[in-house]
């Protein structure tokens, strides 16, 4: 089998290539990767010698063609990710996340590869807090940001190739992520190495916010049961129960670090801010028998820290321009 995986040097699409030789070590793994500031070839380090790597943008057909052509799988994780960047500028978000789609839809109709869509919930919009229903495949679509309004506008490229074309693809559609490898600018990473740089955690607004956490392996783990054994042209919410408003995450962030669990400031909140994010996994979980391996947020959350405390090298070159960033746009309000 040979799988073509797009944004292979990122958070989540490194994590899938560690995690696809591990477990299906006959796969000839080819990754695409613009190499933008989200993306680094040190995430691949350790399975250098097992990938082939090519640099360019998912935009660039002349590019993206002739990989495409030479694989039987795409797995499409590329894509500018974080909702504060398209809040400053959309623009590389319409352009990756909608046209770099579309310019791998059209190469896998072409050539007739089976492709997966790796999308999020937040095309789902957001829920009150109080609401007793969560996200289901048949939710109607509600984008709140610039970036989940791409990824929205990407998954229904995905879906109109399929129904006007015959395209054999999936999409999934995965709740908040972490784990090893994430961004410090992303809400996680950024509280626990804010922690073990003597700085305060920063909570956006009231912190009442709820994200339905998932571990990244859990994540990847249930694109390959999706891309193995879903049925074509169908949607799979993944999500693992994993339901906690961003207060409670910093405190236990704070506690698992040995520090005051209120040491933390709250500052400017982002703008349409979304409120509560909820999966209802049941389709995949009785269709396909998937299960998440991570029993409960904290263990994972637990295991994160130990990560980002031992490897120190790899996100220290990126940390003080990311705080500074935030910095200029974020006032400490308490
Ligand atoms: P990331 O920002 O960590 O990584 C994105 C990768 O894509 C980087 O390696 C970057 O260099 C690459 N890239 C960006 N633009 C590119 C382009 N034009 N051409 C080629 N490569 C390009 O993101 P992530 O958190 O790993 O997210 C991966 C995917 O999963 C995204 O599609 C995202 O929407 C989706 N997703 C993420 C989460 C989450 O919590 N992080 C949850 C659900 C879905
Ligand atoms: O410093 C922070 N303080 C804070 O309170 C940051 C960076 C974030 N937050 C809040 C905002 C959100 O309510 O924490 C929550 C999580 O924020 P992010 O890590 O930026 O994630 P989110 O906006 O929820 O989107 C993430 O999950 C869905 C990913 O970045 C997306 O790529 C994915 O699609």
């Known amino acids: ?16 290539v560690r995690c ?59 894509a500018e990710s974080h909702n504060d960047n398209s809040l400053e500028d959309p623009s590389p978000f319409v352009r990756t996340n909608l046209v770099g789609t579309f310019t791998l839809l059209e190469a896998a109709r072409r050539h007739d590869v089976r492709y997966h869509h790796v999308s999020t919930d937040e095309v789902y919009g957001d829920l009150e807090l109080d609401d007793p229903t969560r996200f289901t495949e048949a939710t109607p679509y509600a984008p709140s940001s610039p970036y989940s309004a791409s990824k929205a506008g990407s998954d229904h490229l995905v879906r109109a190739w399929v129904r006007s074309f015959g395209l054999r693809a999936t999409i999934s559609n995965c709740s908040n992520s972490y784990g090893p490898r994430q961004h410090v600018e992303k809400f996680i990473p950024r509280q626990i190495t804010n922690v073990i740089d003597g700085l305060r955690p920063k909570l956006y607004g009231d912190g009442l916010n709820v994200r339905d956490w998932i571990h990244v392996d859990d994540h990847n783990d249930a694109v390959w049961t999706i891309v193995e054994r879903g049925r074509v042209g169908e949607t799979y919410l993944v999500g693992a129960d994993g339901e906690v408003n961003n207060r409670d995450v910093v405190r236990m962030v704070l506690e698992l670090m040995g520090r005051d669990p209120d040491d933390y400031d709250r500052v400017t909140d982002r703008a349409g801010h979304d409120r509560r994010y909820a999966i209802e996994a049941g389709k995949l979980r009785s269709e396909l028998g998937w299960r998440p391996r991570y029993e409960t947020f904290r263990d994972g959350l637990a295991a994160t820290i130990e990560w980002y405390r031992e490897n120190e090298a790899w996100w220290r070159p990126v940390k003080e321009a990311t705080e500074a960033r935030y910095a200029r746009s974020q006032q400490v309000l308490s």
């Not at 933008?36 to 010698?49: C, I, K, P, Q």
């Open 20 to 78: 696809t030789l591990a477990t299906r070590p006959d796969t000839e793994v080819t990754v695409l990767d613009a190499l933008t500031y989200a993306g680094s070839r040190a995430n691949l380090a350790e399975v250098a010698d097992r990938v082939r790597f090519v640099e360019g943008d998912v935009a660039d057909a002349s590019v993206v063609a002739p990989l495409v052509a030479g694989s039987d799988l795409v797995v499409h994780f590329a």
């Open 1 to 16: 089998m040979r799988v073509l995986v797009t944004g292979g040097a990122g958070f989540i699409g490194s994590n899938f």
